[in-house]
């Protein structure tokens, strides 16, 4: 018998890229999504199959699966800035209420549950590169706080399912991560750059630029995750890459692959944004035995050929005229 695993946030870009990965593996897989900042467009493949099934449903809400589970991953939740700042109680309210009703579907159904955590625990970090036993920097009422604040009282009821429970958790915290199937006009850096280049707009560097990242390609961090789900590490792993960029260096970079002749325009640094992001992913080195394989020369390039062959209108479609 395969394993039947309930993947949330599966028409978004990390949970469609999972999606594809545990397909792959020889997995039955249950989709659920409400597609509030997803698109079915990312799944549509997967319809045909035997092997997934979808739900259309907010996890913030009663969550009523049929059958068995052996495995779930929690990736519902808004993840860009501009998104959880458009939608910030259903941010709150899946971080947490969403979080809560899965520990509890894992518990009825005795199944290995492992939810995203992201680097944003860390807030504007004072520790450089972060490593897991770093308790973080968050204001805790600022803008990114209806983020930030979900995503650690999701670790903490999580590790309390654990410890009271006896439930089996995993948690990731995920540094910045790109690749195909992002929303173009998701506002985070990549899809944003990339959009202005294609669009024939300057591009927007936000602060004077010297904020650093560090981006992972995304069938690196899947395969990351798909090694903490089967580990029996319960505490939280860093899953990035750690070659870290200036955000003006970034830019660079990505004139430079599109061959775009707009120039770089200067726009306040929004309240919050941290200075500095690295991940220390020694971690994720010793006990999953991963660290990550695809330069962002060659990641950059993939995710690039998805987006140069849009349409114009596919260029412009922006979720918040239609949906908020
Ligand atoms: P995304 O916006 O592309 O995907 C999120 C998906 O969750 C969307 O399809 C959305 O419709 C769905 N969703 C949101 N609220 C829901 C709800 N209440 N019920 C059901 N579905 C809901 O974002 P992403 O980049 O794929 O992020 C996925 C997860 O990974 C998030 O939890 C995010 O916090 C985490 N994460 C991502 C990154 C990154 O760099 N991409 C970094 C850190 C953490
Ligand atoms: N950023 C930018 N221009 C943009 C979008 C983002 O300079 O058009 C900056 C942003 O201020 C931040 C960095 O790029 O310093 C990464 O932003 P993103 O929203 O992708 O992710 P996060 O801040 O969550 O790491």
Same mark, same amino acid.
């Given at each position: ?111 290995? $549950? ?6 944003? $625990? ?58 195909? @199937?992002? @929303? ?34 995304? *069938? ?51 309240? *919050? ?31 690039? *050929? ?19």
């Amino acid at each position: 018998m395969s394993k039947r695993i309930l993947i949330t946030g599966a028409a978004g870009f990390l949970g469609s890229h999972l999606c594809d990965r545990f397909i792959a593996e020889g997995f039955q897989v249950v989709g659920m999504d409400n597609l509030i900042t997803g698109d079915l467009n990312n799944i549509k493949h997967l319809f045909p199959l035997e092997s997934f099934e979808f739900q259309n449903h907010d996890v913030s809400n009663f969550i009523d699966v049929k059958g068995p589970l052996d495995y779930i991953l929690h990736f519902a939740s808004p993840a860009s800035p501009i998104d959880y700042l458009k939608i910030p109680i259903q941010t709150l309210k899946v971080g947490s209420l969403g979080t809560h009703n899965l520990l509890g579907l894992a518990k009825e159904k005795k199944a290995r $549950v492992l939810i995203a955590s992201t680097s944003e $625990v860390y807030g504007d970090p004072t520790v450089h590169p972060q490593p897991e036993e770093y308790w973080g920097n968050v204001n805790p009422i600022g803008p990114r706080s209806v983020y930030d604040e979900a995503k650690r009282f999701q670790e903490a009821i999580t590790m309390a399912y654990h410890t009271f429970h006896g439930i089996e958790t995993r948690i990731v915290r995920i540094f910045n991560t790109y690749g195909p @199937r992002m @929303r173009l006009n998701d506002g985070r850096v990549l899809p944003a750059f990339i959009g202005q280049a294609l669009r024939g707009e300057d591009l927007t560097i936000f602060g004077d630029g010297s904020q650093t990242r560090a981006f992972c390609y995304v *069938d690196d961090l899947v395969e990351g995750i798909f090694r903490l789900l089967m580990s029996d590490y319960s505490y939280p792993v860093n899953i990035g890459n750690p070659d870290e960029i200036t955000i003006n260096e970034f830019a660079e970079e990505i004139i430079k692959l599109t061959g775009t002749s707009q120039k770089i325009i200067y726009h306040a640094l929004p309240q *919050d944004d941290p200075k500095q992001r690295k991940p220390d992913i020694s971690k994720a080195k010793t006990i999953l035995n991963w660290e990550p394989k695809i330069s962002r020369e060659e990641g950059l390039k993939i995710t690039y *050929d998805y987006f140069k062959n849009f349409t114009k209108e596919q260029l412009e479609e922006t979720k918040y005229s239609k949906e908020f």
